[in-house]
């Protein structure tokens, strides 16, 4: 690598959530102790990391589940001294708008042979297919500990993949498992449900994010105790830097002369804070907040060539939590007490106005969910618009409390899908690009992480560490 230059004086991160959170960490761990780095926030530290309260008790609302293979989250938990908590179990069934079509068993060896009934070996080839996915998507892990980064969201993809990953970026994960020889009703009945309650999407989404999703069923899911967003703040304060409270407006290149007197090209950000419009200038910036349609409402002033905008859509998501009965008849004729599900996914089908509807645990309570005294629960429905009184009691007896919270949740994935550019300019980097590929944790993390090494890099010159090709030859012998 070349010699060291000075670190940059200030850098600049728009948006505190889990990806401009992760940034400032690893910037903090790359630049060392005397860069000044300020986080922009316009809401609440944690962006869709965030809780909702239901009678005293808090509940995730956005981010809930952790894969127990998110190896950037698992270790943010580690060095903050948090805890984590269970995210999974309960038994789960499927719903086509008419009937149950498929029903878990509290019976490992009986779910078994209900599947292997309904569907052959598909649920065992099925993981199989994500398992290999995933194993490749891993490399990364090791490619970041060796300090590798990478111009463009494609570029890291074909880095851990090769051209198998970037294909599944530009079909449909329907037809990617058509020609994998899945048959119709596996892709209907297990698949599809699947993808509805993770990304509110049919499986016409890219076959990426479908692999992700598929992740999102596996066991040994996790959240953190006390909330996911604490991992946010926690991240914060770990990295020293300034929190401040306001909205982004402009960001322009301008030139300045520093206390050394030389002339030096710059970034002026502009924000809004109360009613008061500030600006500060930044060595370095890092947008870590969506950028499309503009959602963020950020302009970037006199850049040339301009920088592009970003016109891919967002997929809105309705969280509501309600505590009541649920009127079980309408999902089976089992009696009330005999239906034991406290999952329901649905299929893919056009009359239904739910995603998904399950039993949610408080972040603070380690134990499976207790019904209240009253004997009720308090559900989580996912859904794609905001739910009327008349349609909450389509599937509740009563109802004594429900809490909402819309969403921009994450892209609309149309395959063939192309990922925006990192480097927006010079030294300002984007890291939401990575969402198109798709929307998780785990993968804001990876990507703050990404965005942080490439800042530094190309800060100090060392091009031999960005966009290396076969790596994964190349780091098999190293320990
Ligand atoms: C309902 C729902 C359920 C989900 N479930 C899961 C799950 O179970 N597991 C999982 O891994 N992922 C899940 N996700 C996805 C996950 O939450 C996101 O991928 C992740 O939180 C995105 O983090 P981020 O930091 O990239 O963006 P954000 O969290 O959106 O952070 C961006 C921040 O920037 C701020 N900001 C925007 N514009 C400006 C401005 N102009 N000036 C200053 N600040 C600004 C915003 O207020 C926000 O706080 C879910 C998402 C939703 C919505
Ligand atoms: C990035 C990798 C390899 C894995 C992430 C797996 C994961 C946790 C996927 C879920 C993503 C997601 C957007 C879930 C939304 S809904 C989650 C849950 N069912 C809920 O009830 O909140």
New binding site residues.
């Given amino acids: 690598s070349a010699e060291l230059r000075a670190p940059p004086d200030k850098i600049a991160i728009i948006g505190a959530g889990i990806g401009g959170t992760s940034s400032a960490y690893y910037l903090r761990q790359k630049f060392g102790k005397d860069v000044k780095i300020d986080v922009f926030e316009r809401q609440e530290v944690g962006g869709r990391l965030a809780t909702l309260n239901v009678e005293g008790q808090d509940f995730?609302a956005g981010?809930?589940?952790?894969?127990p293979?998110?190896l950037h989250m698992k270790r943010f938990v580690k060095d903050l001294g948090l805890s984590t908590v269970p995210a999974s179990g309960g038994l789960v069934g499927v719903y086509n708008g008419e009937t149950l079509v498929f029903e878990e068993s509290s019976w490992f060896i009986i779910n078994m042979i209900k599947l292997v009934w309904h569907y052959g070996f598909q649920t065992l080839r099925m993981h199989m297919w994500v398992e290999d996915i995933?194993d490749k998507?891993m490399r990364i892990y090791r490619y970041q500990s060796h300090d590798y980064a990478f111009s463009s969201v494609e570029k890291l993809l074909h880095a851990v993949g090769g051209d198998d990953f970037l294909g599944l970026l530009n079909h449909t994960l329907h037809e990617t498992l058509q020609k994998a020889g899945f048959s119709e009703k596996f892709i209907n009945e297990m698949v599809a449900p699947i993808m509805k309650?993770?990304?509110g999407q049919s499986t016409d989404l890219s076959a990426f994010v479908g692999a992700?999703?598929m992740?999102?069923a596996d066991s040994g899911?996790w959240a953190v105790e006390g909330g996911n967003k604490v991992v946010c703040s926690r991240l914060l304060k770990a990295s020293k830097g300034n929190l401040i409270s306001g909205s982004v407006m402009f960001i322009e290149e301008k030139t300045r002369t520093k206390l050394t007197g030389n002339p030096t090209k710059m970034y002026e950000v502009v924000y809004q804070t109360g009613s008061e419009t500030l600006s500060d200038f930044y060595d370095i910036v890092l947008v870590a907040t969506p950028l499309n349609q503009k959602m963020s409402n950020i302009t970037f002033l006199n850049f040339d060539p301009p920088i592009e905008e970003f016109d891919q859509s967002y997929q809105q998501i309705v969280t509501t939590l309600i505590k009541g009965e649920l009127n079980s008849t309408v999902f089976s004729s089992r009696a009330k007490d005999q239906f034991g599900l406290s999952t329901v996914l649905v299929t893919d089908n056009s009359d239904l106005f739910i995603n998904?509807i399950?039993i949610?645990s408080p972040v603070r309570e380690e134990e499976n969910p207790l019904p209240s005294t009253d004997g009720t629960y308090v559900w989580?429905i996912?859904s794609p618009d905001v739910l009327s009184k008349k349609q909450i009691m389509k599937y509740f007896l009563s109802y004594d409390y429900a809490v909402k919270k819309a969403w921009r949740a994450?892209p609309l994935y149309k395959p063939p899908q192309k990922c925006p550019s990192i480097i927006l300019h010079d030294r300002l980097y984007y890291v939401n690009g990575i969402e198109f590929a798709?929307?998780?944790?785990?993968?804001s993390a990876i990507a703050g992480y990404n965005a942080a090494l490439l800042a530094y890099h190309r800060w100090n010159g060392n091009a031999d560490m960005i966009d290396q090709d076969g790596l994964y030859e190349k780091l098999k012998t190293e320990l």
């Fill in positions: 995730e981010g809930s589940i952790i894969h293979l998110n995933l998507f309650v993770n990304y992700v999703s992740t999102g899911l998904s399950a949610v989580k996912f994450y798709a929307s998780a944790m785990e993968m």
